[in-house]
């Protein structure tokens, strides 16, 4: 097959590529440039797409020997990652932009450019496992539980996991390490990027501030309607949060706050104790079958909410004409918020099969 490998100048992408080649495909390397100011990107682990990241991965692809290039993404990016991102917080809800940069640039922008160039499929450093059986695909938790990526990969859709591959998916990282050491590769040690991309400070309140600017409200005890304190905008909070609330009076009962819920248009932010934070009911929307079929009828799952951790078992039933998910769990979770996406795994006998996924629109 002829295949691009999408290289972002880390270690994962770079053995991915390798993996590649070693399974006898016409590989082309290519480093996605996504930042229209390259040099801001990268502090240590933090951040990407810099110069350095394009130069660590033309490195590696003279390495193995492969051809390389550098398409600039920069303003599909922030159009449909950064832009999304400011807006979902805008409207009170939680993104998660690891999950929109896989569904509109990795494998939307790029597989389509890769595809037209004639192309059969796109290799990524993600850890995940990918088959395709009887012509329908079937993602899996990768074999290192650690670094699972079929969370941030569940969105995509059939057509576009038949033209994937995730050479990594049966591997542990320290063994991904260890191969990129024996491959020469400059990249083995090299630290893994964390946390936003585009926020290389880690500080997303002030990155939203900046694009947002103030929009005061009250901070609301929900049990009693009190007006604990004032913000300056819905978007500096997420479901769940305790710290950083700026109470300017602590509860009737003394105890600690969380955020319970968000109201952009009033711009009220209700805070209440760890009890509340407790979902049992999940309502979704635009739900995507990796496997092609929605599922029929109750079915007994295992639900994530969040990219690493965040899971109970469940059962979950598709409505709508299967535009709309209702999930019921066995369980409660905390934490869970509109704007997330929940993925729903088959519980048995691994455990590990994705059967779908979806944004969620509500909880109860």
């Known amino acids: 097959m002829r295949v691009l490998a999408a290289m972002s100048g880390g270690v ?15 590989v082309v390397g290519v480093h996605l440039a996504l930042s229209a100011k390259p040099g801001t990107l990268r502090t240590g682990s933090r951040g990407c797409c810099t110069i350095e990241d394009s130069r660590d991965a033309r490195r590696a692809a003279d390495i193995l020997g492969i051809p390389f290039y550098v398409w600039d ?10 832009e999304s991102f400011v807006g979902e917080y805008a409207a009170g809800r939680t993104p998660n932009p690891c999950v929109t940069c896989n569904e509109k640039i990795k494998f939307e922008a790029l597989l389509d450019k890769a595809m037209a ?12 496992r990918l088959s395709i059986v009887d012509g329908v695909p079937e ?13 941030v ?3 995509l859709t059939p057509e576009q996991l038949r033209h994937s591959l995730f050479p990594l998916g049966d591997s542990h990282k320290s063994d991904v390490r260890a191969e990129a050491e024996r491959r020469e590769l400059a990249v083995a040690r090299k630290p893994d990027s964390h946390d936003i991309c585009f926020i290389p400070d880690g500080d997303t309140k002030k990155f939203l501030e900046r694009k947002l600017g103030e929009r005061p409200g009250d901070l609301v005890d929900a049990e009693t309607g009190a007006v604990l304190g004032r913000h300056t905008g819905v978007h500096g909070f997420t479901i769940g949060q305790r710290k950083g609330l700026g109470l300017e009076q602590p509860a009737p009962d003394g105890r600690p706050r969380y955020v319970l819920s968000l109201e ?16 049992r009911e999940i309502h979704a929307d635009r739900p995507v079958w990796p496997g092609e079929h929605p599922i029929e009828g109750p079915t007994e799952c295992v639900v994530q909410v969040r990219a690493h951790g965040g899971t109970a078992e469940a059962v979950a039933e598709a409505g709508d004409g299967a535009e709309t998910v ?3 769990l066995r369980e409660p979770l905390r934490g869970v ?8 795994y088959r519980p048995e006998p691994a455990g590990d099969l994705v059967l779908g996924s979806a944004k969620i629109t509500a909880t109860a």
């Open 12 to 26: 994962d992408s770079a053995v991915a590529a390798a993996r590649a080649v070693d399974a006898g495909h016409e």
């Open 73 to 82: 993404f920069a303003e599909r990016f922030t159009e449909d990652v950064i």
């Open 117 to 128: 160039l004639g192309f059969d499929a796109v290799a990524t450093g993600h850890y995940a």
């Open 139 to 151: 993602l899996r938790r990768s074999a290192d539980e650690g670094k699972d990526q079929s969370y």
């Open 153 to 155: 990969l569940a969105s």
């Open 264 to 279: 952009p248009v009033s711009g009220t932010v209700k805070v209440g104790p760890a009890e509340r934070l407790a979902v």
């Open 326 to 328: 209702r999930i019921q």
């Open 337 to 344: 918020a509109p704007g997330q996406v929940v993925v729903l």
